[in-house]
């Protein structure tokens, strides 16, 4: 009873939110006459996006493989890359600028050169997903790793345990909620990754990803379709986020027993 | 050279064919703590010439001020840490004959209490039939049978603690190292696992060295009690706790309790002035 209450109580203010808000777009949208190809009203994004629905879906498909084969090597190349900087802080003092200066670096100034090292296409797009989403995933594991408590250590060490053993047993269950937390973030930027890269290097034989749906509807003014682009790129954002939560929250769910 | 005096009367209460758990010479041990934000450094002195000789099979109590360093002490004994002076001469040297109980369990979150208490087998190789067997045994031993599904997020402060002294216990140890185990219980938790304690010593013979700040505690469980002063540590007391091997819940109660504890207390603040 109080369950179902609570649900309605945390669905309900964002929905009214949202009814409220299309209603003053629409209404604005038609007592104002603003043109469509400026503000198109939620009526006109609803009709193109049921209009255009095999176009829009094609393009999720296509942005949702490349962000999703670039968050996978974000998780294993960034979990792995933070078990090698973790491993000796010589290492580590030596590469971490590096790992932070792929971060600054904007990833549209990259993105030419990947469509010269992958030719334009999906392998260049999954390539910019990667490099957007997986410094979360180092910076997130290597802090669990390091923050593993030094008792612990000091046990193994009592024990004679190996250095895979350290990190088998110890090291990487330690860290785990951090890099569920590195991962929840990089799930959203690989999407955001996935899209820039398309601007750039996502033109090719292939179903055109969300990132040309854009381009393309921007260019022909057809403002409707660009919104219901846009709405689809949030909506693969979210469900990437909703998948990599609830994986995680299924493994952690022995961490967080004391909270219950 | 007052402490050469100190180990020659524990050699005189304990007679010299008795075999030495451990046997420490002249330790020292200094830290170097930063200062200042450009690297500059002071060396403080933790230990300053321990001398300390345990015969096996034997209760120690360790007592002295907060920081005094009586854990450094102990993690050199475990060949955790390092000594700048000195040496120390272990018996029980090979994997799993020295086994260490922190101040707080540091169980592992993600594992069941029966995991947990596995841990020093899984790591040593032991094949897991074996290993069945033994955390079987050591859950016995401390009563946590019925806990042994269950994760250490949903156990009592106290069972926790229980669980971390059946995963020193699981590899059958000769040497116990605990580094004031049980001093974030509450006071009858102490007290029924101080006796507990006691029970499973009585049985396995193992030596134990107890580090505590508690006096209480040291006089109801040791047979030696050995008082360090507040840093630099150097040993002031070093006597056998002037009370029967038999003890029970009751010998808190009794005069002789009182006196034995007194005397640690004199000692401890002497050392501490």
Not at chain 1, 232 to 240: D, E, F, K, Y
Not at chain 2, 13 to 24: D, F, N, Q, R, T
Not at chain 2, 161 to 183: C, G, N, Q, Y
Request: hydrophobic content about 50%; charged content about 20%; proline content about 5%.
């Amino acid at each position: 009873m109080s369950g179902s209450r609570s649900f309605t109580a945390v669905t309900l203010p964002p929905f009214v939110a949202a009814v409220v808000g299309l209603a003053l777009w629409e209404g604005a949208a038609r007592a104002l006459s603003i043109p469509a190809y400026l503000l198109p009203p939620p009526s006109a994004v609803a009709r193109a996006a049921v209009g255009d629905a095999p176009a829009l879906a094609g393009a999720c498909v296509t942005t949702g493989l490349a962000s999703l084969a670039g968050f996978l090597a974000s998780a294993v190349f960034g979990v792995a890359i933070a078990i090698g900087l973790s491993s000796s802080r010589v290492v580590e003092r030596g590469l971490y600028p590096y790992a932070v200066a792929l971060q600054t670096v904007p990833i549209v100034a990259i993105a030419p050169l990947l469509v010269l090292w992958c030719g334009a296409g999906p392998r260049a797009v999954t390539a910019s997903a990667f490099i957007v989403s997986v410094f979360p995933v180092i910076t997130n594991s290597l802090a669990g790793i390091r923050a593993t408590e030094p008792a612990l250590r000091d046990l193994f060490k009592l024990y004679g345990a190996s250095r895979m053993q350290v990190l088998l047993k110890l090291e990487l269950p330690h860290a785990t909620p951090q890099i569920a937390t590195g991962l929840r973030i990089a799930c959203g930027l690989s999407v955001i990754g996935a899209i820039v890269g398309e601007f750039v290097a996502g033109f090719s034989e292939g179903s055109p990803g969300l990132g040309i749906l854009v381009m393309t509807s921007y260019r022909q003014l057809r403002t409707d379709l660009l919104f219901a682009a846009v709405g689809c790129s949030a909506l693969l954002g979210i469900v990437m986020f909703g998948l990599v939560s609830g994986a995680s929250s299924l493994v952690l769910r022995r961490w967080y027993v004391a909270a219950r | 050279m007052r402490l050469g005096g100190c180990s020659a009367l524990a050699v005189a209460l304990h007679g010299e064919e008795v075999p030495k758990a451990v046997e420490i010479r002249g330790v020292r041990r200094r830290f170097r703590i930063p200062r200042g934000l450009f690297g500059a450094e002071e060396t403080v002195l933790a230990l300053d010439g321990i001398d300390l000789s345990i015969d096996e099979g034997s209760f120690v109590a360790l007592i002295g001020p907060s920081g005094c360093g009586k854990s450094t002490l102990l993690r050199i004994v475990a060949g955790l840490d390092v000594t700048d002076e000195g040496t120390v001469e272990v018996a029980a040297r090979a994997r799993g004959e020295v086994a260490y109980v922190f101040q707080d369990a540091h169980l592992l979150p993600w594992r069941s209490v029966a995991a947990n208490v596995a841990l020093p087998l899984e790591l040593r190789g032991v094949p897991r039939e074996e290993r069945d067997a033994l955390v079987k045994q050591a859950l016995e031993e401390v009563e946590l049978t019925d806990a042994a599904s269950r994760y250490p997020a949903e156990l009592s402060g106290g069972m926790r603690m229980r669980a971390s002294i059946a995963r020193a216990l699981v590899t059958r140890p000769k040497l116990l190292l605990m580094d004031e185990p049980f001093a974030a219980l509450d006071e009858l938790t102490r007290h029924r696992l101080d006796e507990r304690l006691l029970a499973l010593w009585r049985a396995h013979r193992f030596t134990v060295l107890f580090v505590t700040h508690a006096i209480f505690e040291a006089t109801f469980l040791a047979e030696r009690a050995v008082v360090l002063s507040g840093r630099p540590a150097r040993i002031v007391h070093d006597a056998a706790v002037e009370l029967p091997a038999a003890r029970t819940a009751a010998t808190r109660g009794e005069p002789a309790f009182a006196r034995a504890a007194g005397t640690l207390l004199a000692s401890l603040e002497q050392g501490a002035g």
